[in-house]
């Protein structure tokens, strides 16, 4: 049986890919692709009469398949169906790095789904607070109650939208600047942020839009965004090299902090970096440049 290590709250997740849990073929591989999160999915992907095949496919997944540095994510059956409680035993028997709870709308939904988790990790000999929770908001409630659910369990690492669901609540569809989902995606996103977990977009389903593909992954950077929903494998390079800080962005942030302790060592609360005005608001900024930067492969540095 593949023994994996725990699991990191945080870490590098630009690209979070679905992939049906049922069908062998796609998932015995799929850390080929290079994506930082696979998310192996038993619930929408799955037809109703083959959710026990799904689960006996994925648990061979689990305990047979080495996925090296990619983190394995379950996408479970909603709370208002008869299948979610074996998902979870699935999944923590398994060892699977993490759960995602569809249509979440309440802090209770997420700890409905943590104390079976903890049922499960003691019934199956795993380390307790091992398995990590993510939420996927896909209602108006669901958005309404963000920081709620953001803030209900320490196993929580972060935090999706999903696009489709969220449209068909509130009658609109797909616009291409993002004006459907704009209040949306901001008030998901100051939740997470406040609750101090991260925060994922939903999936981009046209494949040959490339274009419009770009654009939102920019606006989702912009935006704050820590990575996005995908569900083919090439749509990850464009995620991983829009998402990554510039030459110049690590040269500035390399810069602030080095100068930073200099000045705190010295006494000094405002400094100057390349003829800009710096203070301490600005480094915390700057250091998780540095750490993105250094997750990428950009950075060697010692200063993070």
């Given at each position: 049986m593949i023994q994996r290590p725990r699991p990191q709250r945080f870490r590098l997740r630009r690209t979070m890919m679905f992939m049906n849990a049922q069908k062998p073929g796609l998932i015995k591989d799929a850390y080929i692709y290079g994506c930082d999160s696979?998310?192996?999915?038993?619930?929408?992907?799955?037809?109703?009469?083959?959710?026990?095949?799904?689960?006996?496919?994925?648990?061979?997944?689990?305990?047979?398949i080495d996925y090296g540095e990619t983190e394995?994510?379950?996408?479970?059956?909603?709370?208002?169906t008869p299948h979610w409680q074996e998902d979870i035993r699935v999944?923590?028997?398994?060892?699977?790095?993490?759960?995602?709870?569809?249509?979440?709308?309440?802090?209770?939904?997420?700890?409905?789904?943590e104390a079976a988790v903890e049922a499960a990790e003691r019934e199956f000999g795993v380390e307790v607070g091992r398995t990590l929770l993510m939420a996927?908001?896909?209602s108006?409630?669901?958005?309404?109650n963000a920081y709620e659910i953001c803030s209900a369990s320490e196993r929580m690492f972060g935090v999706a939208i999903s696009?489709?669901?969220?449209?068909?609540?509130?009658?609109?569809?797909?616009?291409?600047?993002?004006?459907?989902?704009?209040?949306a995606r901001g008030q998901m996103l100051l939740a997470a942020r406040a609750a101090g977990i991260q925060c994922f977009d939903t999936v981009f389903t046209d494949l040959d839009d490339n274009e419009g593909f770009e654009a939102e992954v920019r606006q989702n950077k912009?935006?704050?965004?820590?990575?996005?929903?995908?569900?083919?494998?090439?749509?990850?390079?464009?995620?991983?090299?829009?998402?990554?800080?510039?030459?110049?962005?690590?040269?500035?942030?390399?810069?602030?902090?080095?100068?930073?302790?200099?000045?705190?060592a010295a006494g000094v609360g405002v400094f100057t970096v390349n003829g800009k005005m710096v203070d301490a608001a600005f480094i915390p900024g700057a250091e998780r440049t540095l750490?993105?930067?250094?997750?990428?492969?950009?950075?060697e540095g010692d200063l993070v």
């Amino acid at each position: 049986m593949i023994q994996r290590p725990r699991p990191q709250r945080f870490r590098l997740r630009r690209t979070m890919m679905f992939m049906n849990a049922q069908k062998p073929g796609l998932i015995k591989d799929a850390y080929i692709y290079g994506c930082d999160s696979i998310m192996l999915d038993l619930e929408d992907a799955v037809a109703e009469n083959q959710k026990d095949a799904a689960r006996f496919s994925l648990y061979h997944a689990l305990t047979t398949i080495d996925y090296g540095e990619t983190e394995v994510i379950v996408r479970i059956n909603g709370l208002d169906t008869p299948h979610w409680q074996e998902d979870i035993r699935v999944c923590v028997a398994g060892g699977a790095d993490g759960i995602r709870i569809a249509k979440c709308e309440s802090a209770r939904d997420v700890q409905t789904v943590e104390a079976a988790v903890e049922a499960a990790e003691r019934e199956f000999g795993v380390e307790v607070g091992r398995t990590l929770l993510m939420a996927a908001l896909e209602s108006p409630k669901g958005i309404l109650n963000a920081y709620e659910i953001c803030s209900a369990s320490e196993r929580m690492f972060g935090v999706a939208i999903s696009g489709g669901d969220f449209r068909k609540c509130m009658q609109t569809r797909f616009q291409p600047d993002g004006v459907d989902m704009l209040a949306a995606r901001g008030q998901m996103l100051l939740a997470a942020r406040a609750a101090g977990i991260q925060c994922f977009d939903t999936v981009f389903t046209d494949l040959d839009d490339n274009e419009g593909f770009e654009a939102e992954v920019r606006q989702n950077k912009a935006m704050g965004f820590d990575g996005k929903s995908l569900i083919n494998p090439k749509q990850i390079r464009l995620v991983h090299e829009l998402f990554a800080p510039t030459a110049k962005e690590v040269r500035q942030a390399e810069a602030m902090v080095s100068a930073f302790r200099e000045a705190a060592a010295a006494g000094v609360g405002v400094f100057t970096v390349n003829g800009k005005m710096v203070d301490a608001a600005f480094i915390p900024g700057a250091e998780r440049t540095l750490r993105l930067a250094k997750a990428c492969g950009m950075y060697e540095g010692d200063l993070v």
